[in-house]
C-alpha cells in the first residue's frame, strides 16, 4: 500500500520503517529539513534500539523515502498519518497546531481519495476538528480514521512491529477495509485489532496513559509512607504485583514519571475533563503528587549533605528512563536545576543522552564519557535512570573517587546493606 506519514519524530519514523519492512512503499514528510537530511544519510536522528537497521534496509531496497515536502507525501499515498507533536499549550491542553496545519496541507493536495488517519495522540473530538480542516481545501471525498499509537521508548520497534492489540476509531467501512489489510501483517500471532468509534479511540489513548501514570504515582506515595512507617516498598511492591487484578508491570517506584507522553497527556486529560464538566480530580492529584515526586531525590541530597552549597554532586542518568535519550520532562530537569539553585556543582553522565543534556544544562554542568569520573571528588551521586549498566556498582573505585560518600539511589537500583558495609551513606526510595 502507498503509505505517507507526516511527522518524522520517534512515532512516525518508528511507524514509517515499520510499515515500509512489511512491504509498503512509504514516504515520511517532516518540515524539519536537516532531520530530512540526516535520514536520507541513513543517520537516525534519535537513539531507539533495531531502528537504524530498519531505516537503512527499507531506504535501500525502496521502500522508504523521506521529504519535506508534506504535499508531496500527501499526493503520493492512499493512506495519510499525521504524526506530528501535540505539546500542552499554557492551560495544559494539547496543542493542536501541528495537527490542524497538517490537515489543511492534506486537503490541498487531495488529489484522490484518502484514509487520513490521526497518530498523534489527540483530546476528544480531535478529529472532527481535522475533517473540518481537510474538508476546507477539497471536495474530494475522503476517510478519516483515529490510530492512538502506544509504542514505549526504547522498545518502539518491538512495540510497533508485535503490538499486543491496535486501536482503531473508524466511522466507514472503507476506512475499516484500508486499515485492517495495512494492519493485519503485525497481528499474525493473534493480538487482536480493535475496531471502535472515533471519540472512544481518542479517548483509550489518554485513558491508558492516565492509568499507568496514576499507577507510578501512587507507588510514589506508597514508597513515602514506607519511609515514614520503617516498611520496604520492594516488599510491598511484590506483594501486591503477584495479586493477578494487579499485575507486576509499572510499579516501580523512582525519581516521578517524565517523558513525553505521560505528563503532558495526563495534563491535556484533565484540561478535556475540565473543558467537558467531567473534572479528572484523580488524575490533578496524580500531577501534582508527580512533580512533588521528582524534586524528592535533590530534598534526599540535600538533607544529607546537610546543605548543597559548594558540594560537588555526580548524576548518573539524565533520560527520563533507560533506554532512550529522550529527556522531555525528565526528572533530572528538576534535579540538577535543583542541585544548581542550591549551589552544589554537577557532573552529569548518560550513556546516551548527553547531547540532549548539552541542550538543557549548556556550560552550567560538567559533562563526563565515563561514569566514574563523575565521581572524582565528589561528595554524593545521585541515581537518576535505570540504564542496565549502572546495576552493577564498584564500591571500591566509588569509594577511592569520591571525596564523601553520599548516594541517593531514586531506582532502587541497589542493596541498601551491600551500600552501608562498603561505607555508603545510601538512601533510595521507600526502603529503609
Ligand atoms: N514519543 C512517544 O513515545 C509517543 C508514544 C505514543 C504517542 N505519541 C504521540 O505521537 C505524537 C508525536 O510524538 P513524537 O514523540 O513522535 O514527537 P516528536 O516531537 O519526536 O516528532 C514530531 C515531528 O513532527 C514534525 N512536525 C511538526 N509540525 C509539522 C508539520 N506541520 N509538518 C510536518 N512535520 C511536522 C516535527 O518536526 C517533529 O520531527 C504526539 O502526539 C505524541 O503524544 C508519542
Not at 5 to 27: E, K, Q, S
Not at 139 to 164: C, I, T, W
Not at 202 to 223: G, S
Amino acid at each position: 500500500m502507498n503509505v505517507g506519514v507526516i511527522g518524522t519524530g520517534y512515532v512516525g519514523l518508528v511507524m514509517g520503517a515499520g510499515l515500509a519492512d512489511m512491504g509498503n512503499t512509504v514516504v515520511c514528510a517532516d518540515v524539519d529539513r536537516s532531520k530530512i537530511e540526516r535520514l536520507r544519510r541513513n543517520e537516525v536522528p534519535i537513539y531507539e534500539p533495531g531502528l537504524e537497521p530498519l531505516v537503512v534496509r527499507n531506504q535501500a531496497e525502496g521502500r522508504l523515502s523521506f521529504t519535506t515536502d508534506v504535499g508531496e507525501a500527501v499526493e503520493q499515498s492512499d493512506i495519510v498519518f499525521i504524526a506530528v507533536g501535540t505539546p500542552p499549550d499554557e492551560d495544559g491542553s494539547a496543542d493542536l497546531t501541528h495537527v490542524l496545519d497538517v490537515a489543511a496541507t492534506i486537503g490541498k493536495h487531495m488529489n484522490r481519495p484518502k484514509v487520513v488517519v490521526t497518530k498523534s495522540t489527540v483530546p476528544v473530538g480531535t478529529a472532527e476538528k481535522v475533517r473540518a480542516a481537510v474538508g476546507a481545501h477539497t471536495k474530494v471525498p475522503f476517510h478519516l480514521a483515529s490510530n492512538p499509537e502506544f509504542l514505549k521508548e526504547g522498545a518502539a520497534v518491538q512495540d510497533f512491529m508485535k503490538p499486543d492489540r491496535i486501536v482503531l476509531g473508524v466511522h466507514s467501512s472503507e476506512a475499516e477495509a484500508a486499515l485492517r489489510e495495512l494492519y493485519e501483517p503485525f497481528v499474525r500471532s493473534g493480538n487482536p485489532i480493535l475496531f471502535m468509534d472515533i471519540p472512544s479511540a481518542e479517548v483509550t489513548k489518554y485513558a491508558a496513559n492516565a492509568m499507568l501514570a496514576a499507577r507510578i504515582a501512587l507507588m510514589n506515595q506508597f514508597a513515602d509512607l514506607c519511609e515514614r512507617v520503617g516498611a520496604n516498598i520492594d516488599d510491598v511492591r511484590r506483594g501486591i504485583g503477584s495479586d493477578a487484578r494487579i499485575g507486576k508491570a509499572f510499579l516501580f517506584p523512582g525519581p516521578g514519571y517524565g517523558g513525553s507522553c505521560f505528563p503532558k497527556d495526563v495534563k491535556a486529560l484533565c484540561a478535556t475533563g475540565r473543558e467537558v464538566g467531567a473534572r479528572q480530580d484523580i488524575l490533578e492529584t496524580v500531577e501534582t503528587s508527580n512533580q512533588k515526586q521528582k524534586r524528592v531525590p535533590a530534598d534526599k541530597v540535600a538533607r544529607a549533605l546537610g546543605s548543597l552549597a559548594g558540594r560537588a554532586v555526580a548524576v548518573w542518568g539524565l533520560a527520563f528512563k533507560a533506554q532512550t535519550d529522550d529527556m522531555r520532562d525528565a526528572a533530572a530537569l528538576v534535579v540538577v536545576e535543583a542541585l544548581l539553585a542550591g549551589g552544589a556543582t554537577v557532573a552529569v553522565h548518560d550513556p546516551k543522552a548527553m547531547d540532549e543534556a548539552r541542550r538543557h544544562f549548556g556550560s552550567r554542568v560538567g559533562y563526563v564519557e565515563h561514569r566514574y569520573d563523575a565521581l572524582k571528588g565528589a561528595d554524593a551521586l545521585v541515581v537518576l535512570t535505570e540504564w542496565q549498566e549502572y546495576r552493577v556498582f564498584d564500591y571500591e573505585l566509588a569509594r577511592r573517587l569520591m571525596r564523601g560518600a553520599v548516594v541517593v539511589d531514586a531506582r532502587n537500583l541497589y542493596e541498601p546493606a551491600r551500600m552501608r558495609q562498603h561505607g555508603f551513606t545510601y538512601d533510595s526510595i521507600g526502603r529503609p
